[in-house]
Every structure is written in C-alpha cells, then in structure tokens.
C-alpha cells in the first residue's frame, strides 16, 4: 500500500489523491501571482510595469544585453519582449543598438533615467522582498533556493 500522505504523491496530478493544494506549481504560480500583484501596485507609482520592472532587475545586473537573453531571462515571449523593449526605449529607459559583433542581434543597455528608476524600484520592492522571507532562515532559504534549482535542472533534463 502506498503512503497517502506523501505529498509528492498527494501532489502528482496523475493520481487519484491529487490534491491541488499539494501541487507544487499550483503554489509557485499563486505567490508569484499575488507577489506580481502588490509590487505591480507599487510600480504603477513610479510610472512603471511588472515586465519593465523585470527587465530593469535583469540589465542592472548585467548590461548590455540581447534582447532573447532579456526575454529567455524574464520569462517573456521573444515578440513581446521586443516590444517592451522598444517601448522603453521611448521612454528613455534604456537604448537598443544593433550588437558589435553581429548586427542581427538587438543590444540593450540602461539609460541614466533607467537607472534611476531601478533604484526607485529596487527601494519600494524591497519591503515586500522583506516582508515574504520574514521568518524563514538563512538554512531553510539556501534549501529552498537549492530546491528549486533541481527541480529547474530536472524539468531541463539535466
């Protein structure tokens, strides 16, 4: 007889003890909805969105890069991200060029005004960033950030 209370088990859709509040993904997806719900509200002040906001978190750690880097990195679909890219560009966020080295690839860089908006956003986020991990140890943190590197390795067939 199997163990019933084994939430891999409990958690595996193909079962008939599928319980969705055991599926992993489930869970993931609803924090990361309602995280990109409190800081979209805080963004909107700033005069910025959840994708802008992303692709701002991901160039101020390294810049320039491509735009399917970007897009690969974000999350986001490469035709969409081109376009959030060329729409912040107008804004003067950031600028695109054509990369040095094969012009078929779009680089993107910060601009001074999309520095500056990082660091607005970087500060109004971080309380939320705080407030989520509140309570959760250095251990249990290093754990869980590790376990979701294996499930990402898992899911790449690593």
């Known amino acids: 007889m199997e163990d019933t209370r084994d939430n891999r088990r409990l958690g595996d859709p193909g ?85 040095d080295e094969d012009a078929r690839i779009t680089t993107v860089s910060l601009l001074a005004l999309g520095n500056e908006k990082l660091a607005e956003a970087r500060a109004i986020t971080a309380p939320v960033y705080a407030k989520i991990i509140r309570g959760v140890s250095r251990r249990d943190f290093d754990q869980l950030l590790r376990l979701l590197g294996q499930l990402q390795a898992n899911l790449d067939g690593s």
């Not at 992303?54 to 986001?76: Q, S």
């Open 15 to 99: 079962t008939d003890d599928f319980q969705v509040d055991r599926y992993p993904f489930y869970l993931l997806n609803r924090l990361v909805g309602r995280y990109n719900a409190v800081i979209a509200a805080r963004l909107r002040g700033i005069g910025l969105d959840v994708p802008a906001w992303r692709v701002l978190m991901i160039l101020g750690e390294r810049a320039p890069r491509g735009v399917r880097e970007l897009a690969d990195n974000a999350v986001i679909p490469l035709s969409t991200m081109t376009r959030i890219v060329q729409r912040m560009a107008a804004a003067g966020l950031v600028a695109a060029a054509a990369s």
